[in-house]
């Protein structure tokens, strides 16, 4: 059973561009949720997807939005970068209507983005 | 953005002692989660605590849903060197969906001595 998968590993940008990075949800999952995680900090929310629309929001700017497809699949992006944009983002699917236990967000490893 | 307060912030431990970790709020949340964090890699759900008051274990590990449902503890016991890494606390909020968004604690880094 493929867990969440990520892509790419590993970013380097510099400031001003802008990138998009892509989650494939755990197989049966339906939401996916995106985070990002500064160094030496706990995971925040960006936002959430289901039925491809942004279901909620935390408290990011519009620079960071997000899509999702018929699949599942999900991706973020995020404009004009800034040096603080430098993080791991994570990507978290779960399913929707599952019993207590089943709708928890499992995790993916995440992409690394480097902002110079 | 909004964190959970967890403490302590990091802990050196001896190969088989127990550790405690703990995570306050100050608003209530409908769902603790604790996950474990390894370098390059994701959380990785460890227990998820659904009821206040409730106490669930998942081997070595246990952790309690506070009555007040704005803290929560984790307890480790008999630590192994396998048990290094990051902790870290999440709530889920009392209102909106039941999936939505996770609040999480800064997090507490665990390195285990052999």
């Known amino acids: 059973d493929a867990g969440v998968t990520q892509s790419p590993t590993h970013l380097i940008k510099t400031r001003g561009q802008q990138v998009t990075l892509r989650c494939s949800p755990k197989?049966?999952?339906?939401?996916v949720s995106w985070y990002q995680q500064a160094l030496g900090q706990g995971p925040q929310f960006i936002f959430q997807?289901?039925?491809?629309?942004?279901?909620q929001r935390g408290n990011f700017p519009d620079r960071f939005s997000g899509h999702q497809f018929p699949n599942y699949s999900s991706e973020l992006n995020v404009n004009a970068l800034l040096l603080g944009d430098s993080a791991l983002y994570l990507c978290?699917?779960?399913?929707?209507?599952?019993?207590?236990?089943?709708?928890?967000?499992?995790f993916g490893p995440g992409t690394r983005l480097t902002v110079l | 953005g909004q964190q959970l307060n967890q403490s302590p912030q990091s802990m050196f431990i001896q190969e088989g002692e127990d550790v405690s970790m703990n995570c306050t709020s100050s608003?209530?949340?409908?769902?603790w989660l604790w996950y474990k964090q390894e370098p390059g890699e994701g959380p990785v759900l460890l227990i998820a605590?659904?009821?206040?008051?409730e106490l669930t274990s998942n081997g070595r590990l246990t952790a309690q849903f506070g009555i007040t449902r704005k803290d929560s503890f984790l307890n480790i016991s008999a630590s192994i060197p396998s048990d290094v890494g990051i902790y870290f606390c999440?709530?889920?909020?009392?209102?909106?969906?039941?999936?939505?968004?996770?609040?999480f604690g800064q997090g507490t880094i665990l390195t285990v001595h052999p």
């Open positions: 197989s049966g999952h339906d939401t």
């Open positions: 997807y289901y039925e491809e629309e942004e279901r």
């Open positions: 608003s209530i949340f409908n769902t």
């Open positions: 605590l659904y009821k206040a008051g």
């Open positions: 978290a699917s779960s399913l929707a209507l599952g019993l207590a236990g089943e709708n928890e967000q499992f």
């Open positions: 999440a709530g889920r909020g009392a209102g909106g969906t039941s999936y939505g968004k996770l609040t």
